[in-house]
């Protein structure tokens, strides 16, 4: 009897024991969440309360309430920044986030593994390891901890964070093992928790963007789900069931191995249950009651995807917190998978590392699996909110009264254009209408259909609104390639910086001349010291010195503090001081150079990186109040006369340039131009007397014309061809230059289009299609000096690869019409004619330009060699048609939303080139007009174009290499400036050999010691009074 007592007070004590160690790992885990609990609530109580009390002072004061906040959330400002950089790293936006978020991941599946082996030595499977694998651990955690950290900083609600399933598998995970380590003894515990982490499977898996389609989103989803829970419940059993419950005694424990608990936990899962294996303590079967049903739940098929979607429609209806001082904008519009990727690429490439802008997407549908990845990858930058820009209410939610600027994106493929525009016009009136200052970058697919937005009340240019009409730029692109092949793609890689170099790679022995990639056309103000010198002076000098190319500065003139942007302007115009300048240079560094800049200090330095910031006399010296004004008015008045405001035209009136043009002597007095004095004009011309006929002899005698195929029918929306034809009939073109346009296409079409082209002259239309060899003979395609083949709106298939069909058949078509490639290649031809060979015969490689909705579609249309080239097989599928300018892609002009937000002025100068000098200004004038065109006033006729350069491709001739020592691009450019005003500023050279069509590439500003060949061509900016057709170029290089 005695020895039974005996034995029943040491169980008493065993177990007692046990308890008190058990105690001590739970305890602190308890202790560190709800001390942490209660001291988040207190501290939410504590500022509640001050909130309330002094909300109540200032309102019996009558003070304003909500200045003290402002200023406390502009006081914080710089650690909203701090917190911005560690959102980065935890959505593995950098790469030191990345790997921070792939070390965590590994580390707890590395603690879930020490789990298992600690388990396997517990039940005897006869396994040793060393007793170093608790430091490891130990470790393990100390990292987690830190992490811990991070995340609890980085948390914009901190009680959110602190509830947290993660957090909670942190908090009864991590002290556990530290009181381990101090204890040097080892519990098992809760340590199983861990497989709960396994549930963040599927995020980090869309951070490195492994999973990027619907089906593999949902997989890894489940898969996580599955075996985070059945590990943990599987855990969860083993714990209990092997310690029993604690209240009873003796202990109603059983010795149960973790695999027969999984087995458990699946057969109980399934709904079979065999009874083979079952729970004994009261905490078990307690927990096998609510796992039935939660299983049940869980493992639905369709459950968790309503339950994700109903989670995140209440998100999406959040509002945004607006913090004084953080720059962010709302994007809108079109709000898709492809719209979304391609603009956060684009505007995180121009945002140089500027984390403190933040990206507001509103849409009005909730976003698919793969568009929320998108976000989740992005979510430091980014944030979704679902609903509609007409909506006032939620327009207030996303804060667009403080928004730096909302961008509407606009559905370029969309089949019906005009929809798509009016429904974002009706987008810009919304937010005017309810924040007149909101500033607003509107994509528009259509150029007609700008006239809308003028009406807008509180639409102002000139307060930071843009335009960016797609048709116009991209039709302005292919025509200005029309008279200048490779332009197109010259002009996307200054500005858009998307030029597709493989082609230079596979195809160039010199590497060097890769370097063009990373030229683009850049901002900067000039330095008071280039004040009244020349364009020519100032642009000679930033290349000599400087290394840069100047392209043109913006002239500030009239009463209002108007501009214009000059480019490659008349050596009569002279800078002011502030002038801006438009350069082309590798980063903003080099351009600062251009400011920097002091005639008392930099005039003997030849190097440019020598050339800083100075701090003489000369440049310290600050002017009085009076000066300025002085100053100021002088530049606004120009021989006694004050400067008259830009209502028609973007450049400054006429008085800004002294003489004329002893070329355009005699064509201006018979030449007709339009109100705005900017594009040749003539009396509207019928229909029937602009359509060819084969029988027709204009038609035989068609000549160096420019050929247009244009697929369309009678229901197909409008391409807009007059922004086609009006950069080809810009009056800074002499009449004698105008090429004759004929378009080749449905007439049904053709009749739609002909009353907005039909006071240009020199315009044909032949009823036909490119894809008939019949119809091509009788344009006499072969004679033609360039070809354009425009897609048409209407989109036949789904399919990607299947859009632009018509017009790779029409460019293979043209091409088999061509005669094949003899050794008189095109640069022979510039080279003969320059040399005033007029007998030579005219090249028969015809520029083709190809508009292609999808980019990868080149491919289709690349010139590979035939069959019996010796040229090697593995070299002839690697010629591209973008490097040779020879395809526009609507996807180049993607990068222009960004690039205007950040800089509209470049959006400016790329209008300006391509469009002819259009600016907001004359667009108001032409929209008044119904976009009609009528005749000019006899005042207006030498108005309009004395300042306006023209884009033309040179060659190289020999006499334009004499005298020069070295041949570079530096003797080049410095003599083709000073003698002719010429502004030399990109190569169009031809491809190495083995090249058997003459193909060629173009170079974006080639290095200043780049050696020239004789068959490199140069695109140029051409003065107005210099001529580019043969017989006056002759004249031009005899002067040489």
Known sequence: MQSKVIHNMTRKSDLTCTLHFQLAFIIPSLFVFLGGLFTILAFRLARYTYGFVLEQIWRKKGKDVWRPRKRKQSSVYWIRVFFTQVEMMLSAQTSMG??????????????????????????????????????????????????????????????????????????????????????????????????????ELPRILQFLRVTKNNYSIKLSKLFAVFIGTWLTAAGFIHLVENNGDPWVQPANSQSISYFKCMYLVMVTMSTVGYGDVVVQTALGRTFIIFFIIGGLVLFANIIPEVVEIVESHKSYKSSYEVVSGKNYIVVCGNITLESVTTFLQDFLLQDMGNVCTEILFLGESLPSLE?????KCYSAYTTFFYGSALNSGDLKRVGMESANACLILADVCSPQPYTEDTCNIMRVLSIKNHYPNTRVILQIIQSRNKVHLPNIPNWDWRRGDNIICLAELKLGFIAQSCLVPGLSTLLTSLFIGKENTETKRKHLKDKMLLGDKDYKVMTFQLSNDFADMTFIEVCRLCFVKLNLVLLGVELKFGSR?????????????????????????????????????????????????????????????????????????????????????????????????????????????????????????????????ALLSCKDQAALNLQDHILVCVFGDANSPLIGLQDFVMPLRASNFIYHELKDIVFLGSLEYLQREWKFIQNFPKLWLFSGSALCC?????????????????????????????????????????????????????????????????????????????????????????????GNSAIPEQDQLSTTAAPAGAIFSDSFLN??????????????????????????????????????????????????????CKLALLPLSERLLMGVMEGSFRDVYCKALDLFGILCFGLYRLMEEPNPYKNRFVIARPASDLKML?????FCLVPFNVATTDGQRWEMESRL
């Open 98 to 199: 990345c790997v921070l978020v792939i070390l965590v991941f590994l580390l707890n599946i590395g603690s879930l593994i020490i789990y298992f082996v600690n388990l396997a030595e517990a039940e005897g499977y006869k396994i040793s390891f060393p007793d170093s694998i608790i430091y490891v651990d130990t470790g393990f955690n100390a990292f987690f901890l830190f992490y811990f950290g991070l995340r609890f900083v980085a948390a914009d609600d901190k009680l959110r964070f602190w509830l947290e399933l993660n957090s909670l598998v942190d908090f009864f995970t991590i002290p556990p093992v530290f009181v381990s380590y101090y204890l040097n003894r080892n519990w098992l515990g809760l340590r199983f928790l861990r497989a709960l982490r396994l549930l």
């Open 371 to 375: 568009l929320e990845a998108v976000f």
């Open 561 to 689: 503090g108007e501009s214009a942007i000059l480019i490659n302007p008349s050596a009569r115009i002279k800078l002011h001081r502030n002038t801006m300048g438009f350069f082309i240079a590798h980063s903003l560094a080099e351009v600062k150079k251009a400011q920097f800049y002091c005639k008392a200090c930099h005039s003997d330095v030849q190097d440019p990186e020598q050339i800083k910031k100075c701090h003489c006399k000369r440049r310290l010296h600050s002017r009085s109040f009076s000066e300025i004004l002085k100053l100021r008015s002088e530049s606004l008045v120009s021989h006694g006369q004050p400067a008259k405001s830009r209502s028609l035209i973007v450049l400054p009136p006429q008085r800004f340039v002294d003489g004329v043009s002893d070329v355009r002597g005699k064509e201006n007095s018979r030449v007709i131009l339009d109100p705005t004095g900017r594009f040749h004009w003539c009396d509207a011309v019928p229909l029937q007397e």
């Open 774 to 866: 019949a119809d091509l003979r009788a344009v006499n395609v072969r004679d033609c000096s360039a070809c354009a083949i425009l897609s048409s709106n209407t989109t036949a298939s789904r399919n990607p690869s299947l859009v632009d069909t018509e017009s790779i058949l029409a460019t293979l078509n043209i091409r088999s019409m061509q005669d094949k490639p003899s050794s008189a290649s095109l640069d022979a031809v510039f080279r003969g004619r320059a040399l005033g060979n007029q007998s030579e015969p005219c090249y028969k490689r015809i520029p083709i330009t190809t508009e292609l909705k999808s980019s990868p579609n080149a491919q289709f249309i690349n010139q590979a060699p035939s």
């Open 895 to 948: 990068s222009l939303l960004s690039m205007t937000y950040y800089n509209h002025h470049i959006l400016a100068l790329l209008q300006t080139l391509v469009t002819s000098g259009t600016s907001p200004a004359l667009e108001e004038q032409l929209l008044e007009m119904d976009s009609r065109l009528s005749r000019s006033a006899d005042d207006m006729v030498q108005n309009a174009s004395q300042l306006r």
């Open 1014 to 1018: 004789p068959t490199d061509l140069l």
